[in-house]
Each structure stands twice: as structure tokens, then as C-alpha cells.
């Protein structure tokens, strides 16, 4: 009954032409005018009286209107069935301006997914990287727990040096008037760690408790309050208390201060944390070599309205991300040509690997055990107090979108790990600290 005519426009772009007899048309008009022609009342007719000339004459347009709709609905999943595409993106539909008089025609424009035959994955190159944990790792998280477990004792007549913390009272002004945000009570603040603005906190040496002092200085060009930007201020400040830094003297007092029961229990953990954390890093840069391996292996195109569409949603995230971590992305930055091009880039990747790993998945019959899942459950609850593991993983079974997550994740790991176990491997080796450096390298 239906008829589909396929035409290519361009790499996973088509336009489909899709035939129904008159009769098909007829059928469903004839349905629509006696629904309506049961329903109308005119005047000089009962109730489901009305002549069908008269409903034709009066409600013509509104009955093919309505006979359109209902084509469409009836035969809209049998005509992408027939054409044999499978669309990325709701079709574009069109109707001709003149019917022709022996068929009712619509026409699709679809967007299709690239098909794509997988080569064989034992022709591929993977670097498969085990990253290890050395002394240098651990002295570095017993550097930085050094630095961060710093208690304050109050000293009356000390004056403040750098690594101090002041607490403080003071009003901002522009000339002769208060500025809004300018004005703080008891606010601490560590000499050296240069949270205010330039030359603020160096004005403060040497002050002791309970100084009055004038600071002057003047905000950045490139201040966040553009009604402050540029312009000279000054802030009446009163000291209020000064605090000598106060650090652990060893590793067994550093080890009380965060709560260990000895040095050997902190240590211990340290090791553990940095053991985990190494784990997880060799097997990003594995999953990053065999992916890379899979995109470079097979050439894809995709539709472009695909890639706005994941464009925007790829927008969506890092401006979501950014302002979690407290930044505000602005419009300068998102008309970046710079960063469209970044997102653009990350979409096309995306997008790849969305079609590639589906193919690993169905060629290679992947799929999910009970264990498996129950596995991956345990994995995301370890992080809590053994106490409330239970409750989080009731929590997690019981909502549908965190399962789903969990379940593409362990899914997209089975698929790698299978890639890696077929392609052509070569081990890597290196230190969590060699590792690190790549990473910020990287960001920068």
C-alpha cells in the first residue's frame, strides 16, 4: 500500500518520498466527515442530518486538514520503516502544494545515523598504561596535608607576619562614600594567601591587635564590579586578633590532627587513596588509546543538524559544570570562535564513539550480568560510612536514571576492555606524578 522513494542528498542525508493510493485518502476523509457530520448543527437540519454536500461545502478544509493529521499519524512509522533509514533527528516533514489526483504524497527529510562496518579490531594499536604510585607520590599528599592542617593560636602582642590570619573589621570608600560590598566584620583572612585585592593584605604587616589603619589601594582594571573597576579606595580597618600558624611538628602529630589512630594508619591510607587513585588513571588512558585507536580506524560522517544538536547539549554541560565550580559563563564566551570550535570538536568525538561502541556492543553480543550490576552498585556506595551504604544503595536501585547511568557506564567498559583484549597492545608504565604533570599540561 505505501510506497517509498529514496533519494540521497548528501552523506546520511535523505529525502523520502512516500506514496498512498486515493483510496487510502478517501478512506480516512469519509471517516473524518461523518465523525464531524455526527457532531455539527446547522441550521435546518437535525442532529446528524446534515446533507454530506453541505458538511463538504461548509467544512471542506477542516475534514482535509483533519485527514491529513491522521495519515500522517497512521503512516508516518511504516514510511521511515519502508525507506529503511534510521533517523538521528525528527524528520522533516513537507507537504506538495497540489496534490496529485491518484495518490496522496508526503515527503521526509531524514537525517540518518552513519552506518558503519567495523574493522578488525586485532589490527589495532593500543597502548595499554599501568600508572604506579612511588615515594614521590606519597611525599607529595604529605606535603600538601602538611600545608593545609594549620590551626591559629591568638597571640595578644604579635605582630602579624606572612602565614598569619588576622581577623578584621572594615569599610571600603571612593572618595568620601561607602561603597556597597565593601564592609565586613570579624572576617578572617591568612596574610600571603591573596584573597583581597592587590596590596591590601601586605599593609597589614606588622599590625597587632586592636590597630586602626587606613589601607589604600586600587581595584584591577579587570574587577568584577565593573562600578569599581580601575578606582582608587580606601578601607578604615581595625585588627581584632592575629594568630600565629601553629602546624604539625611530625608525622604523628599530623596524623592526630586529622584523626588516625598512629602515623603507620595514615600512611596507610594515603597509600590506598593513591592506589585507587592510580587505578582509575591507567585505565582513563587505556580507555582514552583504544578509543582514539577505534575513531582513527573508521572514517564517519554525520548530519550537521546532529551536530548542533549535540552541540547545544555539549554547551549545555560545560556552562552546568562551570557553574558548579562557582564561574559564570558569559556571552563573550559563548560566541567564542575559539571555544565553538572546542565543542564542535568534542560533539564530533562524542558522536563517534556513540556509533562505534554501539557496533563493539551488537557485533560482539555485549551484555550486562546481575553480578555485574551488583558489582558496580557496591563500587558507588564504598565511598560512604559503612553505616549508611545500605540506605544509598536502595536509593541508587530505586531511581531509574541513576541505574541507567550506572548500567551505560559498566556497559561502555565491557566494550573497551573488549577492544583491548582483541587489538595489538603495548604496555606503558608510569608514575601517578609523571601522569599528573600530562594532565595539567593538558588543561593549560
Not at 596507610?268 to 591507567?282: C, N
Not at 557496533?359 to 558489582?375: G, H, N, P, W
Request: glycine share 6%; proline share 4%; hydrophobic share 35%.
Amino acid at each position: 500500500m505505501i510506497q517509498t522513494d529514496v533519494k540521497k542528498l548528501a552523506d546520511n542525508e535523505h529525502e523520502v518520498e512516500v506514496r498512498l493510493p486515493k483510496s487510502e485518502y478517501d478512506r480516512v476523509y469519509a471517516q473524518e466527515k461523518a465523525k464531524l457530520g455526527s457532531q455539527v448543527k446547522l441550521p435546518g437540519f437535525r442532529p446528524g442530518k446534515t446533507p454530506s454536500h453541505v458538511i463538504d461545502k461548509q467544512f471542506g478544509p477542516k475534514i482535509h486538514e483533519d485527514t491529513v493529521s491522521q495519515l500522517l499519524q497512521e503512516h508516518y512509522v511504516g514510511a521511515i520503516e519502508s525507506s529503511g533509514l534510521t533517523p538521528a533527528l525528527q524528520p522533516e516533514l513537507s507537504l506538495p502544494k497540489v496534490q496529485p489526483d491518484d495518490a496522496f504524497v508526503f515527503t521526509l527529510k531524514v537525517s540518518s545515523w552513519p552506518e558503519v562496518k567495523l574493522t578488525d579490531l586485532s589490527k589495532l594499536k593500543v597502548e595499554e598504561t599501568e600508572v604506579t604510585v612511588d615515594d614521590k607520590d606519597i611525599a607529595g599528599v604529605l606535603e600538601r596535608l602538611y600545608k593545609s592542617q594549620v590551626s591559629y593560636e591568638i597571640k595578644e602582642d604579635r605582630a602579624a607576619e606572612i602565614g598569619d590570619q588576622l581577623h578584621i573589621d572594615f569599610e571600603g570608600f571612593i572618595g568620601d562614600e561607602a561603597f556597597d560590598g565593601g564592609k565586613g566584620e570579624d572576617v578572617p583572612l591568612v596574610l600571603g594567601e591573596g584573597r583581597f585585592i592587590p596590596g591590601f593584605e601586605d599593609q597589614l604587616i606588622g599590625k597587632k591587635a586592636g590597630d586602626a589603619c587606613t589601607v589604600e589601594v586600587t581595584f584591577p582594571e579587570n574587577y568584577q564590579a565593573p562600578n569599581l573597576a580601575g578606582k582608587e579606595a580606601r578601607f578604615e580597618t581595625t585588627v581584632k586578633s592575629v594568630g600565629e600558624a601553629v602546624k604539625a611538628k611530625g608525622d604523628e602529630d599530623l596524623a592526630k590532627m586529622l584523626n588516625f589512630d598512629d602515623a603507620k594508619a595514615m600512611m596507610e591510607d594515603i597509600k590506598q587513596g593513591l592506589d585507587k587513585e592510580a587505578e582509575q588513571a591507567g585505565k582513563q588512558v587505556t580507555r582514552d588509546s583504544a578509543l582514539d585507536a577505534l575513531i582513527k580506524a573508521h572514517d564517519m560522517t554525520f548530519p550537521e543538524g546532529l551536530i548542533a544538536e549535540d552541540m547545544k547539549a555539549t554547551t549545555a554541560r560545560v556552562v552546568q559544570n562551570m557553574q558548579q565550580q562557582g564561574m559564570e559563563a558569559n556571552d563573550e564566551m559563548l560566541q567564542d570562535e575559539a571555544f565553538k570550535a572546542e565543542v564542535r570538536t568534542r560533539s564530533i568525538r562524542g558522536l563517534n564513539l556513540s556509533v562505534l561502541l554501539q557496533s563493539v556492543r551488537k557485533d560482539f553480543d555485549i551484555s550486562l550480568t546481575d553480578e555485574e550490576i551488583d558489582a558496580g552498585v557496591d563500587e558507588m556506595v564504598s565511598a560512604y560510612p559503612e553505616n549508611m551504604r545500605d540506605d544509598y544503595a536502595k536509593y541508587i536501585r530505586d531511581n531509574q536514571e541513576q541505574m541507567g547511568a550506572l548500567k551505560d557506564r559498566i556497559l561502555e567498559q565491557k566494550c573497551i576492555d573488549h577492544v583491548v583484549s582483541q587489538a595489538k597492545v603495548k604496555k606503558v608504565k608510569k608514575t601517578l606524578a609523571a601522569w599528573q604533570e600530562e594532565q595539567d599540561k593538558a588543561i593549560s
